[in-house]
């Protein structure tokens, strides 16, 4: 098993979505732009795949799928001018599947232990260089990131549910 970065909780909260998490996800004045992480062939590693596989034609809403490479989407980033960003990945909390959190950069390790070659942590530091704009954080909690391809059945819903709350939130006027 490949592990995804680990980081502690913030707080204990619950599996569903939290304010701070629907907080992070509604929409801000301006250009917004949602990347997201992961590998769909490690299981629920491709929960930010998903994700952004579903996602499209919203307003003021740019959502870029990054992969297993984050590093190369920095540019795109920076071209778009973005009012806000933010980072949808697996995390392990050591919490249930599809639980849901708001990560600070403090818990994010500035060396890569996870299916990414360069740490995050790095990526959002280049990434705010090149923009000016801070880097927010969405990690959720896989049940497994081993090699097979689909998500489990709680990851998904948490998957869904952040899905109907960016449409809601970006659909268009």
């Known amino acids: 098993m490949i592990p995804v970065y680990r980081v502690r909780p913030i707080s204990s909260m619950s599996n569903s979505l939290t304010a701070s998490v629907l907080s992070a996800l509604r ?16 299981s629920d590693d491709g929960v930010g795949p998903y994700i952004s596989s579903v996602l499209e034609n919203l307003k003021d809403l740019s959502v870029i799928a990054a992969g297993q490479n984050p590093e190369n989407v920095i540019d795109k980033v920076a071209g778009l001018r973005p009012a806000r960003i933010l980072i949808i990945d697996a995390a392990d909390f050591g919490k249930n599947p599809g639980y849901t959190q708001i990560v600070d950069r403090e818990h994010i390790p500035e060396t890569s232990v996870s299916t990414h070659a360069i740490s995050l942590k790095v990526i959002a530091h280049l990434i705010e260089e090149d923009t000016g704009v801070a880097v927010e954080f969405l990690g959720i909690q896989p049940q497994s990131v081993e090699l097979k ?25």
């Open 27 to 42: 929409r801000y004045p301006g250009h917004n732009v949602f990347i997201t992480v992961g590998n769909s062939l490690r």
């Open 149 to 173: 391809e689909g998500l489990s059945p709680q990851v998904k819903e948490t998957a869904d549910a952040i899905i109907a709350v960016i449409r809601k939130e970006f659909s268009h006027a």
